[in-house]
């Protein structure tokens, strides 16, 4: 399982500072009141945007390794929370999903590209669909009603403190819980409108 790692350093700063290093596990998530037998079980690897480590713990009780991830991080997806963020503002100001894609992954094929920006608008907009509910926002699931409402400028890496009780059951990227279920939806809008939704 995944618990948050709630420190205030941005990914050059924890490889500089290996912060993984001083993670430090203070119980275990299984069993509170100790006595499992709780051990470090070193690190695993990140290896985008930049190869960096992830503490690790393992309970021999729930047979279960426990890692710290960094807020920055994206959960059960490469790279960070705020390259996603900021893919997301490119396509919307894109005139279409095609010029979005061909504007941030101009090294793939166009379907190639299309599926890279559909599962990132996808997983934000299931998440701020689910966070609107969960801590009542009255926001619509947009990125911008929501770094408005939370004055951040990286309101998905602020989500993890935010929504700290809810990423149990958050589905990725940026709570730990499963995916929901139906893996790809279709890009949620014409090719030829100006101005993209992710409504
Ligand atoms: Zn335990």
Same mark, same amino acid.
């Given at each position: 399982m995944q618990i948050r790692?709630?420190? *205030? &350093? !941005?990914m050059e700063e924890y490889l500089e500072q290996e912060a993984w290093v001083q #993670?430090? &596990?203070? +119980? +275990? %998530?299984?069993?509170? *009141?100790?006595?499992?037998? &709780?051990a470090r079980h070193g690190t695993y690897p990140r290896k985008f945007p930049e190869y960096c480590l992830v503490a690790r713990w393992y309970c021999p009780m729930a047979h279960c390794t426990i890692s710290l991830l960094p807020d920055f991080f994206a959960s059960r997806f490469p790279g960070t929370l705020d390259e996603v963020e900021q893919t997301v503002n490119i396509a919307q100001s894109c005139a279409s999903w095609e010029a979005a894609a061909e504007a941030l992954r101009p090294d793939i094929s166009l379907p190639a590209g299309l599926r890279w920006l559909r599962r990132r608008v996808q997983y934000v907009r299931e998440v701020l669909t689910i966070l609107a509910g969960l801590l009542v !926002?009255? +926001? #619509? %699931?947009e990125l911008e009603e929501f770094r408005k409402k939370y004055h951040a400028d990286h309101v998905l890496t602020r989500l993890r403190e935010i929504a700290e009780e809810h990423l149990p059951a958050l589905p990725p990227i940026v709570g730990f819980g499963p995916r929901l279920r139906g893996r790809y939806c279709p890009l949620?809008?014409?090719?030829? =409108? =100006?101005g993209l939704s992710m409504d």
């Open positions: 790692y709630p420190i *205030e &350093l !941005t #993670a430090n &596990l203070h +119980c +275990c %998530p299984f069993h509170p *009141e100790g006595g499992c037998g &709780l !926002t009255k +926001c #619509a %699931p949620p809008c014409s090719n030829n =409108r =100006r």
